[in-house]
């Protein structure tokens, strides 16, 4: 969840400088799915299923006299609150 990207430069004055650069997602993705996209965020709502899970229930819409629906979608559900508590880099 943490990338890091360092290198070593010359200054203007000619010193090396060392320069390093963190960061990280601004979210976290369950590996679950959802066919309701008004209930991404929501951690308490129900899911579809894993990704083939998911996939095949979006798959299953489509046959039929009248399907259901007329594309396939993936969904992946959000973390509302993915970093609660402290967190160190050390």
Request: net charge negative.
């Amino acid at each position: 969840m943490l990338m890091a990207f360092a290198g070593t430069r010359p200054e203007i004055s000619g010193e090396p400088l060392t320069r390093m650069l963190l960061t990280s997602r601004p979210y976290l993705a369950h590996q679950v799915f959802t066919a309701d996209t008004d209930t991404i965020y929501d951690d308490s709502a129900g899911d579809d299923g894993t990704m083939l899970e998911h996939l095949n229930n979006e798959v299953d819409k489509l046959h039929g006299v009248i399907p259901s629906s007329l594309t396939i979608e993936a969904h992946p559900k959000i973390a509302s609150k993915p970093f609660t508590g402290a967190h160190v880099f050390v």
